[in-house]
T-cell receptor, first 109, second 115 residues
């Protein structure tokens, strides 16, 4: 079966750095997405990786290792507004998105 | 980015009721999706429409019935639901579901409670 694993919940301090990991086992691979979802709101796109390596976008970076079936989302200079759930999703060989259950990130002052 | 709207935002219905969820996308996309989001569970893809034709139906019970009258509108008709159907129902759209880099744009969801 297809599976995406990510931690259920993480806590970090304002101004610090946090890394959210995602491991996947899917039938084929056509890219990995990270989405952010604030409570009661729509998921919004953060990043897309299809090649190995690090993609940096401001305070957020996303890393992919296809050989290891592994990705992480790195958030720097954490702000209170970064408190949200972070969803990892992989497009399989049928271009269908397979989703993880999400990681709830709690930022403390 | 917004651009995908859903109504109603909240819905409480009894198991014998019939109701409909509505989704509208203002992005000119060709594909629309219905997802179910339950607490601490992955998003479950329910239906996919591409160019108004249903291309995916992931073994969803017949008490959920989708309708896509045009590429901008998507409905989910509900009848004789069960309490376990209580969840957040998300609508999404994308330009081309067959492209790897194509991201999906989500609406804010309808919080459904079945009593």
């Amino acid at each position: 079966g297809q599976n995406i694993d990510q931690p259920t919940e993480m806590t970090a301090t304002e101004g610090a750095i946090v890394q959210i990991n995602c491991t996947y086992q899917t039938s084929g691979f056509n890219g990995l997405f990270w989405y952010q979802q604030h409570a009661g709101e729509a998921p919004t796109f953060l990043s897309y990786n299809v090649l190995d390596g690090l993609e940096e976008k401001g305070r957020f970076s996303s890393f992919l290792s296809r050989s290891k079936g592994y990705s992480y989302l790195l958030l720097k200079e954490l702000q209170m507004k970064d408190s949200a759930s972070y969803l990892c999703a992989v497009k399989d060989s049928n271009y269908q998105l397979i989703w993880g259950a999400g990681t709830k990130l709690i930022i403390k002052p | 980015e917004t651009g995908v709207t859903q109504t109603p935002r909240h819905l409480v219905m009894g198991m014998t009721n019939k109701k409909s969820l509505k989704c509208e996308q203002h992005l000119g996309h060709n594909a629309m999706y219905w997802y179910k989001q339950s607490a601490k569970k992955p998003l479950e893809l329910m239906f996919v429409y591409s160019l108004e034709e249903r291309v995916e139906n992931n073994s969803v019970p017949s008490r959920f019935s989708p309708e896509c009258p045009n590429s901008s509108h998507l409905f989910l008709h509900l009848h004789t639901l069960q309490p376990e159907d209580s969840a957040l129902y998300l609508c999404a759209s994308s330009q081309d579901p067959g492209q790897g880099a194509e991201k999906q744009y989500f609406g804010p969801g309808t919080r459904l409670t079945v009593t």
